[in-house]
């Protein structure tokens, strides 16, 4: 069965620093999400993008997020300036968009730790 | 916005026995429902769904139950294996390419 996969898996990286984590959806979807868990809290929404622009954000994606779909596979998160409180689990989906409403399709996630 | 609550936050069973998993939501608007179960390691793997014109679904062991006026839609599963011990996540979200709220996960673990 199709996968989305996240790499890496654990991402260890200073504060200040730079970020990307990386997802390669499920081949055909064209819905890509974002969403965080932080530990012992919700899994919460970042944002969706479609037809290569974002289609909703939430409050958490401020101006230091931006995705990007920079070829026909990829699809990545960038965090410009890490924080301690981003140190979260990072999920990435996606969904299929034809046929009718289909769900969205969660990867195993990257563990990002912020020192 | 939409928030979304889950209940217990954690549930044991005797392998065998059934185990329900309620959620409540607060937004009317919301049509969609999926759950989600994850195993350590892994992120949520879709089990089941339900829109707002369907009152139930069943799929071989596990079904969802839905009350729009009441707000509140319900997971259950029979006849528990241990293989079902894992976190299971209810959501909402006005469609299934909208944004997902979450509840907060049951914790279900299955002895045998």
């Known amino acids: 069965e199709p996968e989305v996969t996240q790499t890496p898996s654990h991402q260890v990286t200073q504060m200040g620093q730079e970020v990307i984590l990386r997802c390669v959806p499920i081949?055909?979807?064209?819905?890509f999400y974002w969403y965080r868990q932080i530990l012992g809290q919700k899994v919460e929404f970042l944002v969706s993008f479609y037809n290569n622009e974002i289609s909703e954000k939430s409050e958490i994606f401020d101006d230091q997020f931006s995705v990007e779909r920079p070829d026909g596979s990829n699809f990545t998160l960038k965090i410009r300036s890490t924080k301690l409180e981003d140190s979260a689990m990072y999920f990435c989906a996606s969904r299929d968009t034809t046929g009718g409403p289909q769900p969205q399709h969660f990867g195993d996630g990257t563990r990002l730790s912020i020192l | 916005g939409e928030n979304v609550e889950q209940h217990p936050s954690t549930l044991s069973v005797q392998e065998g026995d059934s185990a329900v998993i309620k959620c409540t939501y607060s937004d009317s608007a919301s049509n969609y429902f999926p759950w989600y179960k994850q195993e350590l390691g892994k992120g949520p793997q879709l089990i089941i769904d339900i829109r707002s014109n369907v009152g139930e679904k069943k799929d071989q062991r596990i079904a969802v139950t839905l009350n729009k006026t009441a707000k509140h839609f319900s997971l259950h599963i029979t006849e528990t294996q241990p293989e079902d011990s894992a976190v299971y996540f209810c959501?909402?979200?006005?469609?299934?390419?909208?944004?997902?709220?979450f509840g907060a996960g049951t914790q279900v673990v299955v002895t045998p």
């Open positions: 081949s055909n979807h064209l819905y």
């Open positions: 959501a909402a979200s006005m469609d299934s390419w909208g944004k997902l709220q």
